[in-house]
Nanobody
Framework: QVQLVESGGGLVQAGGSLTLSCAAS????????MAWYRQAPGKQRELVAS???????NYADSVKGRFTISRDNAKNTVYLQMNSLKAEDTAVYYC?????????WGKGTLVTVSS
């Protein structure tokens, strides 16, 4: 089973930026779709962005134009660059496959946006 470790979260002021990383314990080269999810306090987990093995991204409407997903298959890592952060982006961010999360969930990384 692939282990996923998210990192890069922290406290940032509204309008600021963060870059998250998701490191996989083994190759994701053959994995078609990887994705970032988030879960805000008291809310359901939701998809933030997905990316194909060839690097084609899709984004939730709420983050389109502000977030950029990318992957480096050689490093077994998926990234999420977050710009123009808003208070409503506050959540624990996770990575996994899409549309079905077939790997065990990691601990996630907490992003807190102050306003």
């Amino acid at each position: 089973q692939v282990q996923l470790v998210e990192s890069g979260g922290g406290l940032v002021q509204a309008g600021g930026s963060l870059t998250l990383s998701c490191a996989a314990s083994r190759s994701i080269r053959t994995i078609n779709l990887m994705a970032w999810y988030r879960q805000a306090p008291g809310k359901q987990r939701e998809l933030v962005a997905s990316i194909t093995g060839g690097g084609v991204p899709n984004y939730a409407d709420s983050v389109k134009g502000r977030f950029t997903i990318s992957r480096d298959n050689a490093k077994n890592t998926v990234y999420l660059q977050m710009n123009s952060l808003k208070a409503e982006d506050t959540a624990v961010y996770y990575c996994n496959t899409w549309p079905n999360a077939i790997y065990d969930w990691g601990k996630g990384t907490l992003v807190t946006v102050s306003s």
